[in-house]
Nanobody
Framework: VQLQASGGGLVQPGGSLRLSCAASGSIDSISVLGWYRQAPGRQREFVAN???????SYADSVRGRFIITGDSAKGTVTLQLNNLKPEDTAVYYC?????????WGQGTLVTVSS
């Protein structure tokens, strides 16, 4: 599975961005699509995911501000980032899970700064 992410950029605090990710290859085997992020000097952390049955999960730090949508059957996932804060600055990675194997996109940088 290959993942191509897009949509990062520079935004002011309180602003919004939309990240998109498209999977190719064995997309019919994908069980979960989601997003992780890694800030400078920190470990990669979970942001949100979308399970094949339509259920979504969010990290506490983004719940109520970020919205994940998509279709695992089509291998597409979008993350709407609203009310962004400086602490949301990070490289955001698209993730796909097939059973216990993780696949990663190349990462897209989100910078929140005035």
């Amino acid at each position: 599975v290959q993942l191509q992410a897009s949509g990062g950029g520079l935004v002011q605090p309180g602003g919004s961005l939309r990240l998109s990710c498209a999977a190719s290859g064995s997309i019919d085997s994908i069980s979960v699509l989601g997003w992780y992020r890694q800030a400078p000097g920190r470990q990669r952390e979970f942001v949100a995911n979308l399970i094949s049955n339509g259920r979504t999960s969010y990290a506490d730090s983004v719940r109520g501000r970020f919205i994940i949508t998509g279709d695992s059957a089509k291998g597409t996932v979008t993350l709407q980032l609203n009310n962004l804060k400086p602490e949301d600055t990070a490289v955001y990675y698209c993730n796909a899970k097939i059973i216990v194997i993780d696949y990663w996109g190349q990462g897209t940088l989100v910078t929140v700064s005035s």
